[in-house]
C-alpha cells in the first residue's frame, strides 16, 4: 500500500469578534456600579477638568434611572471620538503613557488605561448619550450607543449613531465632556450613594484646600445620605493619636504628634516639632542620601477596643465613616495614586508588622493615612505603565522605608500613651493571677483562723508553681533570644556554605585543568578559614541551646561565648570589640541563660551603631558595683537610649521599624530568674563609659562564687 503525503489544501483564517465580546470585556474590567462612575472621574481628569460633577437621578428605579457626569475639560473632536473612542484597545494612552506625555495645560499624569471609560459606561446601564465639545470648536459632537444590540451579531455589524450639531448642553463659550447613562442596570441603595462619596472625596487629598479639580455628586433621592456623611477633617479631628511631619531629602523627619482621649484628659499630651533620622541604617549604609525626594505624611490612629471605641467614638461611627478610608493612601500633586489605600491593598506591610509585634504595631484598620509625594521633588516615584502603582525602582524602595519609619515613629509615641491608660484601666496580667488568687486565700484563711492549718500547703502551692514557671520559662526565653538576636548567623552560616560550594566547585575546575598549583592552594586555605568560621558560629550556638543547669563559671567565659557568635557580623559593619578584663568573677547561674541576653545586648548595640558613619565601638568589661555586685557592662559609642528603662523591657516596645520589641523584654526575664537586674548607666556617671548606650547586667552578691 503506497503512503500518501503532502499538502492538501491551504489559507488564512481571520478572528471574527462577535459584539458580545464587549460586554464581556465590560464585565472583567469594571468591577462594579461605584468603580464604573470613578473611571469616568479620572477620565474628567484626564481631560484636564477643573471640575466634575456627578448627577444621580431616580436610580431607585431601573427604568427611570439616569446617571451623568460631566466636565468642563478639553472635550473631543469627531476625530477623536472616531480613532480613539470608538477604537477598542487603542495605543493612544500607551503612547501618552510611554512617552510619559502630560496634560497641555495642567501638566497632569494621565490616569485612565485600556479604554474602560467606554466600559464603564456599559456597566452602569444599557444606554449611553456622550455630548463632548472641544475647546475652540464651534459644534458638539453627539454618540449614542445602544449596549442591548451587542447581544447578537458582529461587532462590524452594530452601528454606533454619531451628529454633529449646533451646541444644546455646551452652549457660549463652555467645553467639555457630558456622559449620560440611561435605562441603569441595577437600583442604587443608601450604601452604594455613601460608599461612591467616600470614593470621590479620596480622589482629591484632603489636605491642599486649593485643588485645581474639584468633583461635586448630587442625588437628591439621598441627600439625607450625603450631608450625614462628615467630611474628612471632621474625622480626623475624632483621632486618638494624630502625627504630621515631613521627611526632608535627606531622610530626616520633622514631626508633631498629639494624643488625646476624652476619658483621660489629663494625659493629653503634644510633641511640637520633634526631629528623627528615620533611614533605617541597615538598608542606608553609612548614613547615605535616599535616592527619593521630600515627601509629607499625615497619620491618623484609633485604638479599636471595645473601651477606648465608647471613650472616643462609637463602633457604629467606626463602622460606618472611618473603616472604608483606612490604609495608607499616597497622592502626587494633590491627586490619588491608585491603588495605595485600597481595601486589598497593604503595600507598606501594616498587617505583617501588627503579626510580628501585636502590642505596638498598628494595622491597616487602625490608621488614616496620607503620604504626598510631587512631580517635581520626585521625578522617579513614577507609575506603572497600568497606573497599578508605583515603579519598584531604587527610588520607591527608599520612599517606602522611609514611610515605614515615620510609622515606627508614630507607634513608639503611641506605645507611651497607650500604656499609661492601660494602666489606669489596671488591665490585670494573666502571670500575676495565680499569685492573686493564692494571697486572697491566705487572707480568708487567716481571718477564718486556718492559716496555721494549711500554711505549709499552701507554700508548697506556690513554690511549685513558681519552680514550673521558671522550668517552662528558661528554654522559652533562650530559644526566643536566639530567635531574636541570630537571625543574621543563621543566614551567615548558609552564606558561608555557599561561599564554600562555590571554591570546591572553582577549585574541582583548576584541578582538571592545570593541576595543583599556588591560585589551588590559596583557595583550599581559604575553604578551612571559611570553614573555621562557620564551625565557631555553629558551637557557639550549639552550647547556648543546650539545656542549661545551674553551674559555676566565669562571666568572662559568657563574653568569650557571645563574641565567637557575633565576630564576623561586627567585623562586616566595622564594629570595634574591646574587653577589658578588669576583674575575674565566677558567679552561680545558668550560662546559656546569661549569654542569651549578653548577645541580645551586643545585638542592640551593633544595631544603633549603624547610625555612626565611622569609628563604631563597643566595650565589654566585668567588674563590680559600688555595692559589691557582679555585673557585666556593655557600652556603645552609638546616638543612646531615649526611653526609660520601665517602657524599654515592655514586651512588644521597640524603635527599630521591623522590630519585634522583645529583645530587653528576654534580658529583663533572664536577670529576674538570676535575681538580678537591668540597670542603665550614662557617661560621667563612673570611668570607662562610652557616650552612647551602656547598659549593666547585675546579679546579686550571693550568687558570685568567691572560692
Not at 458 to 487: C, F, H, M, N
Amino acid at each position: 500500500m503506497i503512503k500518501k503525503t503532502g499538502e492538501i489544501k491551504s489559507g488564512t483564517g481571520y478572528f471574527k469578534p462577535r459584539a458580545r465580546l464587549i460586554v464581556l470585556l465590560g464585565e472583567q474590567l469594571i468591577t462594579n456600579e461605584i468603580i464604573a462612575v470613578v473611571e469616568l472621574v479620572k477620565n474628567a481628569y484626564d481631560a484636564d477638568a477643573t471640575e466634575a460633577k456627578v448627577i444621580l437621578e431616580d436610580i431607585k428605579s431601573l427604568e427611570k434611572g439616569k446617571i451623568t457626569v460631566r466636565d468642563n475639560g478639553t472635550g473631543m473632536d469627531l476625530d477623536t471620538i472616531l480613532k480613539v473612542w470608538l477604537e477598542l484597545a487603542t495605543e493612544f494612552r500607551k503612547m501618552q503613557r510611554e512617552g510619559e506625555q502630560k496634560t497641555p495645560k495642567f501638566g497632569r499624569l494621565p490616569l485612565g488605561e485600556k479604554g474602560v471609560g467606554r466600559f464603564a459606561a456599559h456597566k452602569l446601564g444599557n444606554n449611553v448619550e456622550l455630548v463632548t465639545r472641544s475647546e475652540g470648536s464651534k459644534e458638539e459632537i453627539v454618540v449614542e450607543v445602544d449596549w442591548l444590540k451587542f447581544e447578537k451579531g458582529y461587532l462590524n455589524e452594530i452601528p454606533v449613531i454619531w451628529q454633529v450639531r449646533y451646541p444644546e448642553v455646551f452652549k457660549d463659550r463652555t467645553f467639555g465632556t457630558m456622559i449620560t447613562v440611561k435605562n441603569i442596570r441595577k437600583t442604587w441603595d443608601k450604601k452604594m450613594v455613601k460608599r461612591l462619596y467616600e470614593k470621590l472625596q479620596a480622589l482629591n487629598s484632603p489636605f491642599i484646600e486649593k485643588t485645581d479639580f474639584k468633583i461635586t455628586l448630587e442625588a437628591l433621592e439621598f441627600k439625607e445620605v450625603l450631608e450625614g456623611v462628615p467630611q474628612l477633617s471632621e474625622i480626623f479631628e475624632k483621632a486618638v493619636y494624630s502625627f504630621e511631619g515631613r521627611v526632608n531629602e535627606n531622610g530626616i523627619l520633622h514631626f508633631n504628634y498629639s494624643f488625646r482621649n476624652p476619658a483621660f484628659e489629663w494625659l493629653k499630651r503634644e510633641i511640637k516639632e520633634g526631629v528623627e533620622d528615620v533611614r533605617d541604617p541597615r538598608k542606608f549604609k553609612d548614613k547615605r542620601k535616599p535616592f527619593c525626594g521630600p515627601f509629607s505624611v499625615r497619620f491618623y490612629v484609633w485604638d479599636l477596643d471595645p473601651a477606648t471605641l465608647g471613650e472616643t467614638i462609637t463602633r457604629t461611627f467606626y463602622q460606618n465613616y472611618v473603616r472604608s478610608h483606612t490604609g495608607i493612601r499616597i497622592y502626587r500633586d494633590g491627586f490619588r495614586v491608585w491603588p495605595y489605600g485600597e481595601e486589598d491593598d497593604d503595600s507598606f506591610s501594616l498587617d505583617i508588622r501588627r503579626v510580628n509585634n501585636p502590642t505596638q504595631a498598628v494595622s491597616r484598620n487602625q490608621i488614616m493615612g496620607v503620604v504626598e509625594i510631587s512631580s517635581p521633588a520626585s521625578p522617579e516615584l513614577r507609575d506603572k505603565t497600568d497606573r497599578e502603582g508605583l515603579i519598584s525602582n531604587k527610588e520607591y524602595e527608599d520612599f517606602k522605608e522611609l514611610v515605614i519609619g515615620c510609622i515606627s515613629v508614630l507607634e513608639v509615641e503611641r506605645r507611651k500613651d497607650k500604656d499609661k491608660v492601660d494602666a489606669l484601666r489596671e488591665k490585670k496580667k494573666p502571670g500575676d493571677e495565680v499569685h492573686r488568687t493564692i494571697d486572697g486565700l491566705k487572707e480568708k484563711m487567716e481571718k477564718k483562723g486556718h492559716w496555721d492549718i494549711y500554711k505549709d500547703d499552701v507554700v508548697k502551692i506556690k513554690s511549685a508553681y513558681d519552680q514550673r514557671i521558671r522550668e517552662v520559662l528558661e528554654p522559652l526565653l533562650v530559644s526566643a533570644g536566639l530567635g531574636i538576636a541570630y537571625t543574621l548567623p543563621v543566614h551567615e552560616i548558609i552564606r558561608n556554605i555557599g561561599d564554600m560550594e562555590k571554591a570546591l566547585n572553582t577549585l574541582i575546575e583548576d584541578i582538571k585543568k592545570t593541576g595543583v598549583g599556588e591560585e589551588t592552594t590559596e583557595r583550599l586555605v581559604q575553604i578551612l578559614q571559611t570553614t573555621d568560621i562557620t564551625s565557631d558560629l555553629v558551637r557557639g550556638v550549639g552550647k547556648i541551646t543546650r539545656k542549661g543547669r545551674p553551674e559555676v563559671f566565669p562571666l568572662a567565659s559568657v563574653i568569650k561565648d557571645a563574641l565567637d557568635i557575633t565576630k564576623l557580623r561586627l567585623e562586616k559593619d566595622n564594629i570595634s570589640i574591646e574587653t577589658p578584663e578588669k576583674e575575674k568573677i565566677k558567679i552561680r547561674g545558668i550560662k546559656n541563660m546569661v549569654t542569651t541576653a549578653l548577645l541580645n545586648l551586643i545585638d542592640n548595640s551593633s544595631y544603633w551603631l549603624l547610625y555612626r558613619p565611622s569609628e563604631r565601638k563597643i566595650i565589654i568589661r566585668v567588674d563590680h558595683n559600688t555595692e559589691g555586685k557582679p555585673r557585666i557592662i556593655v557600652s556603645d559609642n552609638g546616638p543612646g537610649i531615649k526611653d526609660d528603662l520601665s517602657l524599654l523591657i515592655e514586651p512588644f516596645f521597640t524603635r527599630k521599624p521591623d522590630g519585634m520589641g522583645l529583645g530587653l523584654y528576654i534580658v529583663d526575664r533572664i536577670m529576674k530568674a538570676h535575681d538580678g537586674s537591668i540597670q542603665l548607666l550614662f557617661k560621667g556617671d563612673e570611668e570607662g563609659l562610652l557616650e552612647g548606650a551602656n547598659i549593666a547586667l547585675v546579679f546579686p552578691a550571693e550568687k558570685e562564687e568567691k572560692k
